[in-house]
């Protein structure tokens, strides 16, 4: 490139970031219904969702220094060694990010490199204490008739404003149904060009979900990022189904999470599980603790619960410490508003479980509320006890309704 074009590059996204901070919290929830194989999936999502792909790659300072690790040898071995492990698990997903790149006009690798997160975050230099993404609040409890869950989605603020509700029916392409890829309802909310899944939302099996990222101390580079393993989950027919795809026998998960589940059966009964996942220093899969709620409320953040496993310092630990102790200073949630009086606490200076400071490095992008007696997924922009949803979106669980015979 020579000078100008430089400076009209630099002008460009010099723009782009001061029109960012301008901008506000958007009160918008743009949804995306698809239909089609995973690459077609993948480009249309894509195609209508250039610009704030475009923009959440440009403005989104963790990828600047992603970007800076695969450059090095180390970090793009590890790179090199997780996209053949996926291409051997997961072929039908690594097209459906390459459909998302194709459509969008971003390079496939910028998109690979945000699913590798703080694997490739810390290749090098695993410092402590590191700025780990990750604030997300659960809570999840049974009512008379059904249940309801509760989360609040907490992200970087860069990703505040760039995301979107993919609501898709997969219909896989014979070659990758020969690779294992199977027909898929679901809706999840997403980060901008981000594989869908790591989040929240349902699919049609059942399955009610929030996840919350954990941060493991000590990764396993070339190992399944949990993005894929979150994304797989939408594919998941059962309870049981899930616990095999969280256990990912064969390789096992590279990094940490926590998913937040609520299933329902064909009889309308409804269980409620948190599973905590975290790499197996040992051995070939996941190392997974499930935990199932009878009458207790679940309550989730950012630290392991019940995995005894050496986490990282830094902000995610004390924001998770702090929302835990904040959360159980109100009463045990009964109600639906229970659940939205807490997730709407904003006490606490440096962190809140409503993080909407305006210079916060984590923010609170959206709440959502699954009502399983109304069927409803709400989604709120603001603090969810005193605004009204954005978007109010239907669940259905349509595979539930088809009989045996
Ligand atoms: C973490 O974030 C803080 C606040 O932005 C910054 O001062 C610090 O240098 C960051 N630390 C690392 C290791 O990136
Ligand atoms: C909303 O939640 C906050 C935090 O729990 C609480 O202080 C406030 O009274 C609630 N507002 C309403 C209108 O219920």
């Known amino acids: 490139m020579n000078y100008l074009t430089w400076s009209v590059v630099f002008v460009i996204s010099l723009r782009t970031v001061l029109c960012e901070k301008q901008l506000g919290r958007r009160r918008v929830v743009p949804v995306i219904y698809l239909q089609g194989s995973h690459y077609d999936v993948g480009f249309d999502v894509g195609r209508n969702f250039a610009a704030i792909i475009k923009s959440f790659i440009s403005s989104y300072g963790n990828l600047r220094d992603f970007e800076k690790e695969y450059k090095t040898d180390t970090g793009r071995n590890a790179y090199d060694k997780t996209l053949a492990n996926m291409k051997k698990r997961f072929p039908y997903y690594v097209k459906e990010m390459q459909g998302v790149a194709d459509g969008a006009n971003v390079p496939f690798h910028q998109l690979f490199l945000l699913q590798m997160d703080d694997i490739i975050g810390t290749i090098n230099d695993n410092h402590l204490p590191r700025n780990d993404t990750g604030g997300c609040s659960s809570l999840a409890i049974k009512t008379p008739n059904s249940a309801v869950l509760g989360h609040t989605e907490d992200a970087f603020s ?3 404003n760039h ?3 993919m609501s898709a029916h997969i219909i896989p392409t014979q070659e990758d149904r020969e690779l294992g890829a199977i027909e898929e309802r679901f809706s999840s909310l997403c980060y901008a060009g981000q594989l869908p899944g790591y989040t929240m939302g349902y699919n049609e099996n059942g399955l009610v979900f929030s ?3 954990l941060s493991p101390l000590v990764l396993k580079p070339g190992n399944t990022p949990r993005t894929f393993i ?7 027919k059962s309870y049981a189904d899930a616990e095999r795809i ?3 026998e064969g390789l096992g998960i590279g990094n940490g999470f926590s998913m937040n589940m609520i299933w329902t059966n064909k009889a309308g009964e409804k269980q409620i599980y948190n599973a905590e996942v975290a790499p197996d220093l040992k051995g070939d899969r996941s190392i997974l603790n499930i935990h199932k709620y009878l009458d207790e409320p679940l309550v989730h ?3 392991y619960q019940r995995i005894p496993i050496k986490e990282v310092i830094g902000p995610i630990i004390d924001s998770s410490t702090f929302r835990l102790k904040i959360i159980h200073d109100h009463a045990p949630p009964h109600t639906q508003k229970d659940i939205k009086d807490i997730l709407s606490d904003t006490n606490g200076i440096e962190f809140q479980v409503f993080q909407e400071k305006k210079d ?3 923010k609170t992008i959206a709440a959502g509320i699954f009502d399983l007696d109304k069927m409803t997924w709400s989604i709120f922009i603001n603090k969810p006890n005193i605004s009204e949803p954005v978007a109010i979106l239907p669940i259905r669980f349509s595979m539930l309704d088809k009989s045996d015979q």
């Open 158 to 160: 860069e990703t505040l």
């Open 163 to 165: 995301f979107y509700i």
């Open 211 to 213: 996840i919350n990222t």
């Open 230 to 236: 979150t994304r797989a989950l939408l594919a998941s």
């Open 246 to 248: 969280l256990r990912d």
């Open 301 to 303: 953040t950012n630290i």
């Open 360 to 362: 916060s490095i984590i």
